[in-house]
């Protein structure tokens, strides 16, 4: 089944404690992004990676790191997490765009639901 | 600036009633729209897109969209609506390189 899969589903952890989200996709996509969803904010785009190797910022990067090192897995990496990053996490993989005006449709996995106390 | 407004925050329908989800977005380019649903406990799911065309498009679930561009309006529609059907629905656009950026979204209740 084609799909994207993140672990944790969810997280409960202390702030300055490192983690990482994965997030593996068996499509074969080469664009991968992670969003965090708020209430009332909708999604936010973290980062994105165009291929391997290829990652650039989004809308809210501060915090976070990514990295690409392998084209199915685009892991999330909190360095120090605060309580401020407590969000609902999604990753999203998406085909070679058929043109470069973000005309591709994303396929989302399920949701990481993190906790920073 | 790029944006999308839902402007509905929660909406309750009874089972059986019609349904209309607003959604208007900014943007200086054509757009690509999409709307986007997601279940409780689940990830985002494609319910339909508009890229160029029928201004009127057909998705899965019985749902359809229409693309106004003098109203910079992408309205989902639902003759029907179930109780499955409750979610968080979410308008998109695709707004250059890479980028998408998403309304903050719609809660659906349907009633019995």
């Known amino acids: 089944e084609a799909q994207v899969t993140q672990n944790p589903r969810y997280l409960i952890t202390v702030t300055g404690k490192k983690l990482t989200v994965t997030c593996s996709q068996n499509?074969?996509?080469?664009?991968m992004s992670w969003y965090r969803q708020d209430p009332g904010l909708g999604l936010r785009q973290i980062y994105y990676?165009?291929?391997?190797?290829?990652?650039d910022k989004g809308d809210v990067p501060e915090g976070y790191k990514v990295s690409r090192k392998e084209k199915r897995n685009f892991p999330l990496i909190l360095e120090s997490p605060s309580p401020n990053q407590t969000s609902l996490y999604f990753c999203?993989?998406?085909?070679?765009?058929?043109?470069?005006?973000?005309?591709?449709?994303?396929?989302f996995g399920a949701g990481s639901r993190l906790t920073v106390l | 600036a790029q944006s999308v407004t839902q402007p509905d925050i929660h909406i309750t329908v009874s089972e059986g009633a019609s349904l209309e989800l607003r959604c208007n977005y900014s943007?200086?380019?054509?757009?690509?729209l999409f709307w986007y649903v997601q279940s409780p406990g689940q990830g985002l799911q494609l319910l339909l897109k508009?890229?160029?065309?029928?201004?009127l498009v057909q998705g899965i679930k019985g749902f359809e969209a229409e693309f106004k561009r003098s109203q910079s309006s992408f309205n989902l529609r639902k003759p029907s609506v179930h109780w499955s059907d409750a979610a968080e629905y979410f308008c998109?656009?695709?707004?250059?390189?890479?980028?998408?950026?998403f309304g903050t979204g719609t809660r659906l209740k349907v009633l019995a």
């Open positions: 999203a993989s998406s085909a070679e765009p058929r043109d470069i005006t973000g005309a591709n449709v994303l396929t």
């Open positions: 943007y200086g380019a054509t757009p690509y």
């Open positions: 998109a656009v695709g707004a250059g390189t890479y980028k998408y950026i």
């Open positions: 508009y890229f160029s065309g029928d201004t």
């Open positions: 499509m074969n996509h080469e664009y």
């Open positions: 990676s165009m291929n391997v190797e290829v990652t």
